[in-house]
């Protein structure tokens, strides 16, 4: 495994992937633990090198949330952390670089693919689904749009980002669903509170 060529900010950022961050938020000592599993010795103290350098993990995720950095996870210490948009597509570009490693994801679980399954379903059957296809993205009301991400007027803020990132990173890539999903983030984006 060459965890070499990754920036320590790439590496948290993987973590997040691997513990299932796609989809919930992941505590930061699960972080720490599966960061120091990706490239030991990289987030450790120099005086203890077997012990793992939290506030050195805590960094590098706040340095991922950050706009200047491309905005890769969203999240806080306390809430926990989940990958955007963006930061799922770095870790799909840097995943080959772990390729032949001990590393591998956790399967989903029954009960969480059963939920895609489920959210996928009603999204199909959604009224902006179907004006969508019958008349294009401009036939999709803002309300319709909002439905589709399960966000109204009570959602708001980080809550209201969280579900939107939730959705790209379930759908974003989905062949029936992906172009749709996209396309009305933008727009949920532009006209949330």
């Not at 969508?132 to 007027?153: H, K, N, P």
Request: no cysteine.
């Amino acid at each position: 495994m060459d965890t070499t060529r990754l920036s320590n900010l790439e590496i948290v950022t993987i973590a997040v992937f691997l513990l299932g961050g796609e989809l919930a938020r992941i505590d930061i000592e699960d972080i720490a633990m599966k960061s120091n599993e990706i490239a030991p010795g990289r987030f450790s103290w120099r005086k203890y090198p077997d012990q793992i350098n939290i506030r050195a993990v805590q960094k590098r995720l706040f340095d991922a949330a950050s706009p200047k950095y491309g905005a890769l996870l969203i999240g806080t210490e306390r809430a926990g952390w989940q990958l955007t948009e963006r930061g799922a597509t770095l870790v799909r570009e840097r995943l080959p670089l772990l390729q032949g490693g001990a590393l591998s994801r956790e399967p989903t679980n029954r009960l969480a693919e059963q939920q895609r399954r489920s959210e996928k379903t009603r999204m199909l059957a959604s009224s902006a689904f179907s004006n969508w296809q019958a008349a294009g993205i401009e036939a999709v009301s803002q309300q319709d749009a909002e439905t589709l991400f399960r966000i109204d007027d009570y959602v708001a803020g980080k809550a209201r980002e969280r579900k939107i990132e939730r959705a790209l990173n379930l759908f974003g890539s989905d062949p029936d669903l992906g172009d749709l999903v996209r396309a009305l983030a933008a727009r949920v984006r532009r006209g949330g509170r």
